[in-house]
């Protein structure tokens, strides 16, 4: 039902700046609640961010709250995360997610969406 595209990662220093974005094409992708989270090599898949289907709703994770937003747009169906004050520790592919989701449980866990992007790589240099 819904199909997501992110973009805008890259190389960065540390205390850069990146904004993400996730574009979604289908129906019903006002109806989705969307998730952003993370994969470092070796590492399991965690959260970064989560949004409600309407924006009222937002959760972030303890590791990046205070230098990180999300939100979206729902004219471009298109959800962004903003990431400010970049640390090494950042460093990952990113991803984002969509589902008919609404607790906050179900919000933030790696296991509840249905729908997935490809993923777009961070690398923050020291």
């Known amino acids: 039902q819904v199909q997501l595209v992110e973009s805008g990662g890259g190389l960065v220093q540390a205390g850069g700046s990146l904004r993400l974005s996730c574009a979604a094409s289908g129906r019903t992708f006002s109806s989705y609640a969307m998730g952003w989270f993370r994969q470092a090599p070796g590492k399991e898949r965690e959260f970064v961010a989560a949004i409600s289907r309407n924006g009222g709703r937002i959760y972030i994770a303890d590791s990046v709250k205070g230098r990180l937003a999300i939100s979206r747009d729902a004219a471009k169906n298109t959800v962004y995360l903003q990431l400010n004050s970049l640390k090494p520790e950042d460093t990952a592919v990113y991803y984002c997610?969509?589902?008919?989701?609404?607790?906050?449980?179900?919000?933030?866990?790696?296991?509840?969406?249905?729908?997935w992007g490809q993923g777009t790589q961070v690398t923050v240099s020291s």
């Open positions: 997610a969509a589902d008919l989701v609404s607790s906050v449980s179900e919000l933030r866990s790696n296991y509840s969406y249905r729908y």
